[in-house]
């Protein structure tokens, strides 16, 4: 007999997708400690944050997705266990919260030093330092079939090259980005998927990976993907998405998830 893993989860603030992934995680009680990255405001970085989403997405879209960020504020506060906020999380779920600026601070490395050894669930956007990756044990969650789409926004690049097949891999992290062992895979069918549908369908089954893996269910992972990176998409690709897809509404009504206890 087997005992369950428990995470460490070292998340950056999200409210659309993020947040009712870790609910259906800590209702099984997998998640030992939230750790958020929020880093000090830094205004060149935000402009440059900025031009890549317009880059990506254009002015509408980036319109549509304040207004679901604003729906999931709203949605968050009137119905007590649909998630949209990961201190909403910790809150019900009585899950210790850590916030940090930076990935070398001392709260982390101490955190870290007095659990090491253990399984860190990472979903940022900055590469983690090598000192760090010798500390535990880190599984990241990746939009595609690795070692396929690699790199940034996966499921707009699967999409705009058609493909049949959409997926989620949990890797092993290294000192790369979306390098290392992969622990599990699972795919779905892209029947004229939107760019956000498919990424809610794809944390759906997210959920279920990561609950196998804690609990000791191996996966057969395929190794037959072929090799590829891509890098922020332009206004250029941009367009040549939107002549044969959509980028939907990123808001969804989560199904509520409420605590055993």
């Not at 830094?42 to 980036?62: A, E, M, P, Q």
């Not at 504020?73 to 930076?102: A, D």
């Not at 980005?177 to 992969?182: H, L």
């Amino acid at each position: 007999m087997h005992n369950t893993t428990k995470l460490i989860v070292l998340v950056e603030n999200e409210s659309l997708f993020l947040p009712n992934l870790l609910a259906k995680l800590a209702h099984k009680g997998l998640i030992q400690q939230i750790i958020v990255l929020s880093p000090n405001f830094c205004y060149k970085k935000f402009i440059k944050s900025i031009n890549r989403l317009i880059h990506c997405f254009g002015f509408f879209n980036i319109f549509k997705l304040v207004l679901s960020t604003i729906l999931g504020i709203i949605t968050n506060s009137l119905c007590r266990y649909k998630f949209y906020s990961i201190k909403k999380i910790c809150e019900i779920y009585k899950i210790p919260l850590l916030t940090i600026q930076k990935l070398n601070s001392k709260q982390l490395n101490d955190l870290l030093e007095q659990n090491k050894g253990n399984i860190l669930f990472a979903q940022v956007s900055q590469k983690i330092k090598p000192d760090l990756l010798t500390k535990g044990v880190f599984w990241n969650k990746h939009c595609s079939l690795l070692p396929s789409y690699k790199g940034v926004y996966p499921i707009f690049w699967a999409l705009l090259n058609e493909e049949s097949e959409l997926g989620i891999s949990i890797h092993i992290m290294n000192e790369k980005f979306d390098e290392g062992t992969v622990l599990a895979q699972s795919k779905i069918t892209n029947n004229n998927l939107t760019f956000f549908e498919a990424y809610h369908r794809l944390y759906d089954i997210t959920a279920n990976l990561i609950i196998d893996l804690c609990n000791g269910v191996r996966h057969e992972v395929n190794n037959a993907y072929k090799d590829s990176y891509y890098s922020f998409p332009t206004a250029k690709d941009r367009k040549r998405f939107q002549k044969h897809h959509k980028f939907g509404f990123a808001f969804r009504l989560h199904p509520s998830i409420k605590p055993q206890f």
